[in-house]
């Protein structure tokens, strides 16, 4: 099995009240929630467009000091500022499993599948997973960056699929994106499942699961 990362297995803590803490740790610098809220906007649409870029600890250590400019720029700072922005925004950035994911995980493993995340992220995604508890729980992580290549592109799925030794007709991905995860699955002949904790309109055509909790009935009865 193939799963998400962002969205379905963890969920960024709200990081604008930290910026605000670390920059006055930092830099003794007041910013208001508006403005961090603001900065960290752009910082995540930049880090979104170039995170492939952060393929190794060398080149992802770069990418974070161009995220931290962005930071900077958008609250109007310096360049002296910068790694005190750096820190401050590598502080704030948290990553905590959703309360459904860990039991899910355990209880697919328990029935013998092999689980694989598939993420869209950089070289780091072992470590959040780490932090967040859940890394114990999957045998391997794939992550957009090492492969050089975004979903919903093919070479992620064929590279988890590759990583979890299984073929596209056999496996399941579950993800909490229609195009990312839904249509790349597809796309690379797996079959996807989306998941939609807020329980929106139905989707024609699309399996959809409310919980991760779900997973494991769905796997036994197949597609």
């Known amino acids: 099995m193939l799963v998400d ?9 709200p990081p604008a009240p930290r910026l605000r803490s670390e920059l006055r740790r930092t830099l003794g610098l007041e910013v208001s929630t508006e403005a961090a809220e603001a900065a960290f906007r752009a910082e995540i649409a930049f880090y979104l467009a170039h995170h492939l870029e952060g ?15 962005v930071i900077a720029g958008a609250l109007g700072l310096e360049l002296h500022a910068l790694p005190g922005v750096r ?4 502080a704030s950035l948290r990553f905590s499993a959703h309360p ?19 993420s869209n992220w950089d070289c780091s995604l072992p470590r959040v997973l780490e932090e967040a508890g859940l890394a114990p729980l999957v045998d391997d992580v794939v992550s957009s960056a090492n492969v050089g290549a975004a ?22 991905h579950v993800g909490d ?22 329980g929106g309109a139905p989707r024609p055509g699309v399996e959809t699961i409310g919980s991760l909790g779900e997973l494991a009935s769905l796997v036994l009865a197949g597609p």
């Not at 990362?5 to 803590?13: D, I, N, P, R, W």
């Not at 355990?106 to 599948?113: F, K, M, Y």
């Not at 064929?158 to 007709?169: D, V």
Request: aromatic share 2%; with cysteine.
């Open 5 to 13: 990362a962002f969205g379905t297995l963890v969920a960024l803590e």
């Open 55 to 69: 393929a190794d600890e060398r080149s992802l250590g770069a990418l974070r000091d161009r995220c931290a400019g």
């Open 87 to 90: 820190e401050a925004m590598l």
């Open 100 to 118: 459904d994911a860990a039991p899910a995980l355990r209880v697919l493993r328990a029935r013998g599948l092999r689980l694989v995340v598939a």
């Open 151 to 172: 979903k919903p592109d093919p070479a992620v799925f064929e590279a988890a699929l590759a990583a979890a030794a299984t073929s596209p007709a056999e496996a399941l």
């Open 177 to 198: 994106s229609l195009v990312n995860d839904v249509e790349g699955a597809r796309a690379a002949g797996v079959r996807g499942l989306l998941l939609d904790r807020c």
